[in-house]
């Protein structure tokens, strides 16, 4: 099938559909049985991820049994500060964990020479993706934004207030600048490599976005995903590019505007109502279903799937959730989803 054909690369050249494509984030992994079968073949996570034979089957696995329109690349967003040199491990039951950046010498110690080797694993997921997709299924290549991804190399991990990386951008921004150009490039230079083996377009998740106030939101987030941007569009003029600043509140008009990305994806707390005023007559947009309705599926989910349908099927749109999957959501939800959004004009 054509590219000009899938669904999803139309949501995002701009037409608006009757029926409009679906994925959702975190559509591979432990919500389905067959993923943790596939998981239990190795320990190690991030050994998962850099395996093509698995993370090719994991891709794959949620596209075979739900038919999305969209198959997301089964990798982390971890694996470049882990190319760059950081230490990054999973630990079981906490999530990730990295060796924190606290001094100017733990930034010197990164190292962008080695990152295309080190990420040699993902770029063949890619290639053998490319190959072996279903017809209509459109192949999405991701990277963790910039600040995202810095805030989980200074904290070590996750955190609740992101206080060592908010702390480090105001008390020395000049410093916290060469961190974030370092994976300005990387990340452009990673998503490049990801197309050219295939992928048809590309999402940065900027899970972390809003925690930045207003100033440090359009230095932090909008200015790094503006860049990677305008440097994947100079070597590929028509490459769709989606960003999710998630929490990003009444900035995602601005995000939208001035990142020049092709799609932003909205999280639960924006109104379907306001995202077709204000953001859909820029660009195509993505969402937003929570995904505790997905939980709890029935009545509530058609209700809450309609809603969304309602206010933005007229124009570009992607149905997604606000984030991903969560590991509980019975597999027969999902596919009740997928059936009523495939019917189109809600009832």
Not at 176 to 188: G, K, S, Y
Request: with cysteine; proline share 7%; glycine share 8%.
């Amino acid at each position: 099938m054509a590219k000009s054909e899938k669904k999803l690369l139309r949501a995002l050249a701009g037409e608006t559909q009757k029926v409009p494509p679906i994925w959702l984030m975190r559509q591979a992994g432990r919500h389905l049985p067959e993923y943790r079968e596939l998981r239990a073949q190795e320990k190690n996570f991030l050994d998962f991820c850099y395996n093509p034979e698995l993370a090719v089957q994991a891709t794959l696995q949620p596209v075979e049994r739900y038919g999305m329109d969209g198959a997301i690349l089964f990798s982390d967003i971890l694996v470049i500060p882990h190319a760059l040199g950081q230490k990054v491990w999973f630990a079981e039951g906490e999530g990730p964990k990295l060796e924190p950046l606290r001094t100017t010498q733990d930034l010197e110690k990164l190292d962008a020479g080695p990152l295309h080797e080190h990420l040699q694993p993902v770029y063949e997921t890619v290639q053998q993706l490319s190959g072996a997709l279903p017809e209509g299924a459109a192949l999405i290549g991701f990277a963790g934004a910039p600040w995202t991804v810095a805030t989980y190399m200074i904290e070590g991990g996750a955190s609740r207030d992101y206080r060592n990386a908010r702390g480090w951008a105001y008390r020395r921004p000049d410093e916290f600048q060469r961190l974030m150009d370092l994976l300005i490039q990387a990340t452009a230079d990673y998503l490049i490599a990801q197309v050219e083996r295939g992928a048809e377009a590309v999402q940065l998740f900027d899970s972390w976005a809003g925690v930045l106030p207003p100033a440090q939101f359009r230095q932090w987030s909008i200015r790094p995903i503006r860049e990677i941007t305008q440097r994947l569009k100079e070597k590929f003029p028509d490459i769709p590019v989606i960003g999710f600043p998630r929490g990003a509140g009444l900035l995602y008009e601005e995000f939208a505007r001035e990142t020049s990305v092709d799609c932003v994806s909205i999280d639960g707390n924006i109104a379907p109502g306001w995202a077709r005023d204000n953001l859909q007559t820029q660009c195509c947009v993505q969402g937003n279903l929570d995904n505790l309705v997905l939980i709890e599926g029935g009545d509530l989910l058609d209700a809450e799937t309609n809603q969304i349908l309602q206010a933005l099927i007229g124009g570009p749109f992607i149905f997604n959730l606000g984030h991903g999957i969560l590991p509980e959501t019975p597999p027969e939800h999902v596919e009740r989803l997928v059936r009523r959004v495939r019917a189109g004009t809600p009832l």
